[in-house]
């Protein structure tokens, strides 16, 4: 199977400071891939390269096997829609409107009933109908999270490039929406991934395919969240002590943290691995 998402030596500095080097990772159709570091791994950072938003230092990225740096905006916009972290508006735009703006990739001259239709259609999949005419700017945090996602999803996009899209839901919220994503990227009769920066460490644990665990400018671990979300894994990259629960067939995987780490004590651990 050939993979959806390509990134090979992949590199971003911020001046003299190194966000990470060397990154090499492929991801095949119908994915959810969590990556999961402490702040400033370079979670965000990753994303805004995939999509185009920062321009890496070195390395390249490929979407269905075609060079995204190559690529004119409104091909990528096809192929890549993007959540970001936080959303900021005063503008009195109707929540309708605001996901019809994930169409803008596909219109021409003039918005067309498909384009409506496809909106409606994603505002019903995400039990939004109540908010399609409402205004964005007097919506909660959390709501304006959830138009924000239908918007993404109406893009109808290959690749959903995710940050933080769960941190200001409320708790059923936060479980429907990762269900709903799952949903729409596991059917087979769609070729499409979800690529989430995320904090939630149960959240990736239950609903992630394989997972990308970030520390130190590189992938410190990758694989399906049994094999990386281990206790000496976590210890090593947050610097806490954990609990695993395992699976089983009524309920996920858990992570139960415990306690931080003291600095020197995790200093002696990091050399011990060297």
């Known amino acids: 199977m050939s993979s959806i998402l390509a990134v090979k030596n992949l590199g971003f500095s911020w001046g003299p ?27 965000t950072t990753l994303l805004k390269c995939i999509n185009r938003i920062l321009k890496p230092e070195t390395g390249t990225v490929s979407i269905d096997s075609k060079d995204i740096s190559e690529l004119e905006l409104p091909e990528l916009s096809k192929m890549v829609s993007y959540v970001p972290q936080s959303i900021m508006s005063s503008f ?8 019809l703006l994930g169409r803008r990739p596909h219109i021409n001259w003039i918005v067309g009933d498909e384009d409506r239709e496809k909106v409606s259609e994603t505002l ?3 039990n939004l109908e109540d ?13 304006r999270q959830r ?16 940050d933080e899209p769960t941190s200001d839901l409320d708790l059923k919220n936060q479980i429907e929406i990762m269900k709903k994503v799952k949903t ?5 009769a769609n070729e499409k991934a979800a690529v989430i920066a995320i904090h939630d460490i149960n959240i990736a644990a239950r609903f992630a ?10 992938i410190f671990s990758k694989g399906v969240p049994e094999e990386v979300l281990t206790e000496k894994n976590i210890e090593r990259v947050f610097g806490v002590t954990s609990e695993i629960i395992p699976k089983t067939r009524k309920n996920p995987m858990r992570i139960f943290i415990k306690d931080e780490i003291s600095t020197n004590e995790e200093m002696v651990k990091k050399n011990d691995k060297k």
């Open 92 to 99: 009195p735009m109707q929540v309708f409107d605001v996901v």
């Open 131 to 143: 908010f399609a005419f409402r205004y964005f700017n007097q919506l909660s945090g959390g709501e």
């Open 124 to 126: 019903r999949f995400l």
């Open 147 to 162: 138009v924000i996602i239908a918007k993404a999803v109406s893009q109808d996009s290959s690749i959903f490039l995710m």
């Open 17 to 43: 400071n190194t966000v990470f080097q060397d990154l090499n990772f492929s991801i095949e159709s119908n994915q959810v891939v969590a990556i999961l570091g402490k702040n400033g791994a370079g979670k």
């Open 209 to 218: 395919d394989i997972i990308f665990l970030l520390d130190e400018g590189k």
């Open 184 to 188: 729409l990227v596991s059917n087979k």
